[in-house]
């Protein structure tokens, strides 16, 4: 489980803690045994949310300017292996779960993706590979930050646990 704390202003106009717990938009795929998604925050523009967003999502892209923070849980790569492990129903289950960015995943290259954005990713457990279109890969570890910039890639744990990773994505318009 995630703990996401959210701050606020109280009525006093002193700060307060608005929500401690678990992400109320948390997702533990059944079609998928391990992988999980948490969407922790999201902004439609930079500003200081007065209500809890993430309830009315509609898009895991977000667009120039927006953010969205969330968790994402890596099953090992043997869960995908497995005979009982089903890709239809594991694709339906994407497809509803994270709304517009589900649909950049590639049919014929699983995994690869690309998107329109600026992601601040942070490994929280387990080891986890960055796979890049080019043939480039770094194993990460916990601790290990990166910027991942709008470029064609994958995440793929080929570990025995599964691992954790903190992304903040930041919607951008053209390239650098």
Do not use: C
């Amino acid at each position: 489980m995630v703990r996401r704390v959210v701050t606020g202003v109280g009525q006093s106009g002193k700060p307060v803690i608005v929500s401690d717990g678990e992400p109320p938009v948390t997702l533990q795929y059944t079609h998928t045994p391990g992988f999980a998604r948490s969407l922790v925050w999201n902004t439609a523009s930079p500003a200081v949310a007065s209500a809890d967003p993430t309830r009315a999502l509609e898009s895991y892209v977000p667009a120039p300017g927006e953010t969205i923070a969330l968790t994402v849980t890596f099953p090992p790569a043997s869960v995908f292996a497995d005979p009982d492990w089903d890709p239809v129903a594991a694709g339906a289950e994407q497809l509803a779960g994270t709304p517009g960015l589900a649909e950049l995943f590639e049919l014929d290259n699983p995994g690869m993706h690309t998107t329109p954005t600026v992601d601040y990713a942070v490994v929280l457990s387990g080891e986890i590979v960055l796979d890049l279109d080019g043939g480039e890969t770094a194993l990460l570890t916990p601790g290990d930050l990166v910027v991942q910039n709008g470029t064609r890639h994958a995440w793929r744990n080929n570990g025995t646990e599964p691992a954790t990773v903190f992304f903040v994505l930041i919607g951008a318009g053209g390239t650098a």
